[in-house]
C-alpha cells in the first residue's frame, strides 16, 4: 500500500471539516476523511512544484508584519470611504522589479498584497520578473516599490529561497 501524500494537509483537512460541520461523530469523522484524501489525491495530480521553507523563523517574523500592515491599510482605506472630502486622492499602478523567483514565494506575496486593503496584485510578468500593483490611494511610487521589496520580497526570499 502506497504512503498518503501530504499527511498533515490531510489532517488538517478532516479538522476543518469537523469545524465546519460542529460535528464530531463517527459518520462525519469518516466522510471528513475521505473527502480529505480525494482532495490530496487530486493535489498530487496537479504535480505541485517541491518547495520547503529554508528558515521558519522568518516566517514568525513576517506574519506580525503583515498583519499590522492589514490593520493599518484597514483603517486607511475605512477613512476614505467614511471621509470622501479630499479630491487630491489618486489610485493608479506601480511596476515593481523583483528578483524573488521561488513559485511559493510568489503566491504568498500574492496573497499578502491582495490581504492588504487597497492593494490588488493585477499581473506578474515572468520574463521580466515585474509586478504589476494597483494602489487605491497612489502617494509616491517608489515609496511602494521600496515597500514591497524591503518589508516583504526580502523576508520570502529568505523563507523560499
Do not use: Q
Request: hydrophobic share 50%; net charge positive; proline share 6%.
Amino acid at each position: 500500500m502506497r504512503r498518503l501524500p501530504f499527511p498533515l494537509l490531510t489532517v488538517a483537512l478532516v479538522a476543518a471539516w469537523l469545524l465546519l460541520n460542529e460535528s464530531g461523530t463517527l459518520g462525519a469523522v469518516l466522510l471528513g476523511g475521505v473527502l480529505a484524501i480525494g482532495a490530496v489525491r487530486a493535489l498530487t495530480a496537479l504535480d505541485p512544484p517541491d518547495g520547503r521553507l529554508r528558515r521558519p523563523r522568518a516566517a514568525f517574523a513576517l506574519a506580525p508584519l503583515v498583519l499590522g500592515d492589514i490593520v493599518r491599510s484597514n483603517i486607511a482605506v475605512a477613512k476614505i470611504i467614511l471621509w470622501p472630502g479630499r479630491r487630491d486622492r489618486v489610485s493608479g499602478f506601480v511596476r515593481i522589479p523583483l528578483d524573488l523567483r521561488a513559485p511559493y514565494g510568489l503566491a504568498t506575496l500574492a496573497c499578502i498584497i491582495t490581504a492588504t486593503p487597497g492593494t490588488l496584485w493585477v499581473e506578474y510578468d515572468s520574463a521580466r520578473s515585474t509586478l504589476l500593483l494597483h494602489v487605491l490611494d497612489l502617494i509616491d511610487e517608489e515609496t511602494w516599490v521600496e515597500t514591497i521589496k524591503g518589508r516583504y520580497e526580502k523576508r520570502l526570499m529568505e523563507l523560499f529561497e
